[in-house]
């Protein structure tokens, strides 16, 4: 059992638990408001956080620890289309910036399956941020015109 790269896996995983909370949240916001495209897309993406946690759980249970059920924060609910993007990017960034030095951290602690994991989720959050970052920057530039083609 190595306590370092556990408390590394749980980290996430409380990052993890607070994406799916704050995306469940946005879906079911946007799914009322009639925005269905967007909500379907920020649900796929709740799913794929979801997986994240549960491969992380397994990884610390395997690892002879006790996986965190506790999420680092609070879902932001009634946001606009922009601070909601703004936030989603947010919560991919510190996830980005805390998978990679994670991911150091298990190489130096010879824990190469840790390290993967790190950097296989790293990538998918890139790809999260990515989505985020481009829906607010065609509805900053596009605006209405945009926003009409998420209803639905």
Same mark, same amino acid.
């Given at each position: 059992m190595? #306590?370092?790269?556990?408390? !590394? !896996?749980?980290?996430?995983? &409380?990052r993890e638990l607070t994406a799916i909370l704050q995306y469940m949240a946005q879906h079911y916001e946007l799914e009322d408001q009639d925005f269905g495209k967007l909500a379907h897309k920020i649900k796929e993406i709740a799913i794929a956080e979801m997986k994240h946690a549960e491969k992380l759980a397994e990884r610390i249970l395997f690892l002879e620890?006790?996986?965190? &059920? #506790?999420p680092d924060g609070v879902p932001k609910k009634g946001e606009g289309f922009v601070e909601m993007l703004k936030t989603n990017m947010g919560l991919e960034t510190t996830a980005m910036k805390m998978y990679n030095e994670a991911s150091v951290v298990c190489a130096a602690? #010879?824990?190469?399956?840790s #390290?993967?994991?790190?950097?296989e989720l790293l990538k998918d959050e890139e790809e999260h941020f990515n989505y985020f970052e481009n829906v607010k920057d065609h509805i900053e530039k596009l605006g209405a015109a945009y926003i009409a083609t998420l209803a639905g």
């Open positions: 190595n #306590k370092k790269v556990i408390d !590394l !896996l749980n980290a996430a995983r &409380s620890g006790e996986p965190t &059920s #506790k602690e #010879k824990d190469q399956i #390290k993967e994991i790190f950097e």
